[in-house]
């Protein structure tokens, strides 16, 4: 998915929804497991990266990574779905040459509130 356009018509940055098989309750520790796991992946392409506050987005739980390459910003949610017994990641690439760090994030906080587990 495309972030939206900016006034001359482009788009700074797009949304990446994963969904994969995780058996799983949806327990917090669960949870907790599977952000450990993508902490140790993030770390090896991402600087400066940070797990912020976990986030809940239309009744899901979600924890939520900030960090960056040379070129782009990236912000990476991850939940899970025990009914599909799914984990499903969102994660978000912007390019640091079209947007600046906070407008990414303005971005983000209008499209993320969006979303629904289904």
Known sequence: M??????????????NI????YRNDGTE???QELADLHEKDLS???TN??????????DALFFHFRGETENKWQDVYGTLAPE???Q??????????????KGSETLIAQIMPTYKVL
């Open 2 to 15: 495309r972030a939206p356009k900016d006034a001359i018509g482009i788009s700074p940055g797009f949304g």
């Open 18 to 21: 994963q969904a994969n098989v």
């Open 29 to 31: 520790d669960e949870l």
């Open 44 to 46: 090896k392409d991402l």
């Open 49 to 58: 990266l940070k797990r912020l506050p976990d986030e809940t987005i239309n």
């Open 84 to 86: 599909a017994g799914d």
């Open 88 to 101: 499903v990641t969102v994660t978000w690439d912007f390019n640091k040459a079209d947007i600046d760090r």
